[in-house]
């Protein structure tokens, strides 16, 4: 059984930068297309970035293209996602998922496409 573990939030100011990590256990994820996807509060859970099994494609939504970038170890089966020029607007909760039936991305990161939720990790983004 996939299971993925989110860790690597906490709270920073804007301008500034975490990193996010993603773990897979149960299975190994290089057979995956892996997508992170946030839920601010109040709001719908959006997709922000997906990657390919192989990590050679990547997508990302419009409101985080040159600031957020996405990134996969398969040997540590883990995937990051790299949060630059944080703004408050990406306070959220993050999450991975894991696209059990592609190794591909679509142009647009869909939740329809993922399972195997993690719990999520907190970013907030304050002065």
């Known amino acids: 059984q996939l299971q993925l573990v989110e860790s690597g939030g906490g709270l920073v100011q804007p301008g500034g930068s975490l990193r996010l990590s993603c773990t897979a256990s149960?299975?190994?994820?290089?057979?995956?297309?892996i997508g992170w996807f946030r839920q601010a509060p109040g709001s719908e859970r959006v997709g922000v970035s997906c990657?390919?099994?192989?990590?050679?494609?990547?997508v990302y939504a419009d409101s985080v293209k040159g600031r957020f970038t996405i990134s996969r170890d398969n040997a540590e089966n883990t995937i990051y996602l790299q949060l630059n020029d944080l703004k408050p607007e990406d306070t959220a909760v993050y999450y991975c998922?894991?696209?059990?039936?592609?190794?591909?991305?679509?142009?647009?990161?869909?939740?329809?496409?993922?399972?195997?939720w993690g719990q999520g990790t907190q970013v907030t983004v304050s002065s």
């Open positions: 998922a894991a696209n059990r039936r592609s190794s591909t991305c679509r142009d647009t990161v869909s939740g329809a496409d993922f399972g195997a």
């Open positions: 149960g299975v190994t994820v290089d057979v995956y297309a």
């Open positions: 990657i390919s099994s192989s990590g050679r494609s990547t």
